[in-house]
């Protein structure tokens, strides 16, 4: 596929003559050929213009119909072959295996929600009958379900090029839900954007949705995606990336005539905890299993430990040697783009230049000048010190981690009660651990999304039960998961029809159960006709 760097827009590419950008290889540091083109105002009017004319008529198709459009994304996507996973290797370094595997995760993720649209649950039909009789006043025939809430704008993630991208669990899921979905691209992978792109606007043309249900486009600075979020048919945002983008968004959101909501996942730090029992019996495994954790993706997920908490002794002592081993045997590796990497580069030395941090370990090889590489480098500090020093607790996004040695129960409870909100939490523990720490799990709850036992939180399995999600920073609402069959659910909401005439309802809601939903009649959930 030879890339032309323009927008997609109601199933046209386009570009305005105007500014352009490229992308670099983090491999080698060297500018990649396309130029892209920079949306202009007119353009991302356009787009979501467009999406917003799509959108009376795709919200009524068939689950049916969506389901197969979906199939139809799986088939194009597949279409595209290697040449997309050597064009994503190009644009953010990540290796072959990495990118066979996401690619693995996207096509998956997209086939879920192909039959979550067919299955239809997610709609929620509720139907309670009426009673003319009942006294004091007759009961009314009231019925209800989730639609979909309109136009979606849907950022892609940097390190996630496939999954968490164009054609990623944002997308797919508002489409899904029976909204259309305009992406600003990721500037970091634009030609990867553009592939699959046109893959699902292929998709849109053979299964004859609506032209506007999917409009993609590029940009590098800011004002393109704020622009999205201002637009007044813009009726809900999905972003995945740092703080201060996702605040932001929110924030531009918010100061709209009509906010609307913005469900930004803006990672975090991810708590581990290590219980003494635990340490005692196996801290040399927990150690390794840590540090492999930690240097996934070279630290570039969201869910990497980047906290443990333990108390001072002999056995968070032996934790710590292994760790180090185990980190000073760690290449450096690639990160995504430059700018990633500053922050790293930055976030680093201001740890590491804080009295009362000691370095635990770092990658022992140097790293190569002529890439974004950067190093395994693990700390270690007091509860003290991360009292004096907040930022200690802070996301340092890569391969880096700091471990806070307590003195006593009194030490963890302050720390953990001081937490703020993060993804996934990890518990290394025994059933005496649980025992005497309940009190502190219970305060854990209450911080993250996710609790991992005797594991970490790198790795998410996509299903109905998981939840990706926590209270603020991580994201800006804790309600909503944005990965997994639940993730639909932030782009629906409820309408309630009183007293109508079979005829005119929704299909889900008629006294014929046509589509085998699981609906609640008169508080009873039942696939049986009214």
Not at 254 to 268: F, H, I, K, L
Request: proline share 6%; aromatic share 6%; charged share 20%.
């Amino acid at each position: 596929m030879q890339l032309h760097g323009k927008h997609l827009i109601n199933g046209d590419a386009t570009a305005a003559d105007g500014d352009t950008f490229t992308a670099t290889n983090p491999n080698d540091s060297t500018t990649l050929p396309t130029k892209f083109h920079e949306a202009t105002a007119a353009e991302v009017d356009h787009g979501v213009r467009a999406a917003a004319a799509a959108f009376p008529h795709y919200r009524r198709k068939s689950g049916k119909d969506i389901g197969a459009f979906l199939d139809t994304v799986v088939a194009e996507l597949e279409g595209l072959g290697d040449a997309l996973l050597s064009l994503a290797h190009d644009e953010t370094g990540l290796p072959a295996a990495r990118l066979q595997s996401e690619r693995g995760r996207m096509l998956n993720q997209v086939r879920i929600f192909a039959a979550l649209a067919r299955d239809g649950a997610f709609v929620g039909a509720r139907i309670d009958r009426p009673d003319a009789k009942r006294q004091p006043l007759p009961k009314p025939d009231v019925r209800a379900m989730n639609i979909g809430v309109g136009p979606v704008v849907v950022f892609g993630a940097s390190n996630f090029p496939f999954a968490i991208s164009v054609a990623g669990t944002d997308t797919v899921s508002a489409l899904a839900a029976g909204c259309p979905v305009v992406v600003k691209a990721h500037p970091a992978h634009p030609g990867t954007s553009e592939m699959v792109g046109r893959a699902l606007a292929a998709a849109v043309a053979k299964a004859g949705m609506p032209s506007g249900v999917f409009c993609l486009l590029q940009g590098a600075g800011h004002e393109v995606g704020l622009a999205l979020v201002r637009h007044p048919e813009t009726k809900a945002v999905a972003f995945t990336g740092s703080l201060r983008g996702g605040r932001a968004l929110f924030d531009a959101a918010a100061t709209r005539p009509d906010p609307v909501p913005v469900y930004a996942e803006m990672g975090s730090v991810n708590p581990v905890l290590v219980l003494p029992g635990a340490v005692a019996e196996r801290g040399d495994k927990i150690a390794a299993a840590y540090v492999q954790s930690m240097t996934m993706g070279v630290g570039q997920f969201c869910t990497s430990p980047g906290l443990v908490l333990g108390f001072d002794g002999e056995g968070l002592d032996r934790f710590l040697t292994a760790a180090g081993i185990a980190a000073r045997a760690v290449a450096p590796a690639t990160m995504l783009h430059p700018g990633i990497h500053r922050s790293f580069t930055a976030g680093v030395a201001r740890i590491e230049n804080t009295g009362g941090v000691t370095v635990v370990g770092r990658s022992e090889a140097a790293v190569n000048a002529t890439r974004t590489e950067a190093s395994c480098v693990l700390f270690a500090t007091t509860a003290d010190v991360l009292d004096s020093h907040p930022y200690l607790a802070e996301e340092v996004f890569g391969p880096t981690s700091t471990t806070v040695r307590c003195r006593d129960k009194a030490d963890l409870d302050r720390i953990v009660r001081g937490l703020a909100g993060h993804l996934v939490a990890s518990v290394h523990a025994t059933p005496a651990d649980l025992a005497e720490f309940g009190d502190v799990l219970a305060l854990l709850e209450t911080k993250v999304g996710r609790i991992v036992w005797n594991g970490f939180g790198t790795g998410i399995e996509v299903c109905a039960a998981m939840n990706h999600s926590g209270p603020y920073p991580a994201t800006t609402d804790a309600h909503f998961t944005s990965i997994g069959h639940a993730s639909v659910h932030r782009f629906v909401r409820p309408i309630c029809y009183q007293n109508f005439p079979e005829d005119a309802l929704p299909e889900a809601l008629r006294d014929r159960n046509s589509l085998g939903l699981h609906r609640l009649i008169d508080g009873k959930l039942t696939t049986e006709d009214v």
